[in-house]
C-alpha cells in the first residue's frame, strides 16, 4: 500500500462528523499518541518486555489521525513527509538539529 492508497483507506474510515474535522483527529493523534508512549514507558520502568506488537498498533492509529488531520486541512501523507525532510534537512546542514524551539 502507498501513501494514497492509505489517505484513500482513512477517507473510508472516518467514522465522525466534518463538522468535527480538525479537531477529532487532532485529538485522537493526541490521546493514541500517549497510548503508544505509555508502553515504552512501562518497558523503561521495568514493569515488562517491550510490547513491540502492541506499540505497532498503537503507531498505526497514530498514523491513521495524522492522517486524517493533514487531509482536514488539506494536506498529503507526501507533502507532510517532504516538508519534515526539507526542515530537518536544513536544521542538520545548520547544526542545529537539538535544541528546542519552532524556528531554529
Known amino acids: 500500500m502507498n501513501f494514497e492508497e492509505y489517505e484513500d483507506?482513512?477517507?473510508e474510515m472516518?467514522?465522525?462528523p466534518l463538522a468535527h474535522k480538525i479537531i477529532y483527529p487532532a485529538l485522537g493523534l493526541a490521546g493514541e499518541?500517549?497510548?503508544a508512549v505509555e508502553k515504552v514507558k512501562k518497558w523503561l520502568r521495568g514493569d515488562r518486555e517491550l510490547d513491540r506488537e502492541g506499540l505497532?498498533?498503537?503507531?498505526?492509529?497514530?498514523?491513521?489521525y495524522l492522517t486524517a488531520l493533514a487531509h482536514d486541512i488539506d494536506y498529503t501523507l507526501k507533502e507532510v513527509m517532504e516538508t519534515n525532510v526539507i526542515k530537518l534537512s536544513k536544521r542538520k546542514k545548520?547544526?542545529?538539529?537539538?535544541?528546542s524551539g519552532d524556528n531554529r
Open 14 to 16: 472516518r467514522v465522525f
Open 33 to 35: 499518541s500517549g497510548e
Open 9 to 11: 483507506f482513512v477517507e
Open 56 to 64: 505497532l498498533k498503537e503507531m498505526g492509529d497514530v498514523l491513521y
Open 94 to 99: 545548520e547544526d542545529k538539529i537539538k535544541g
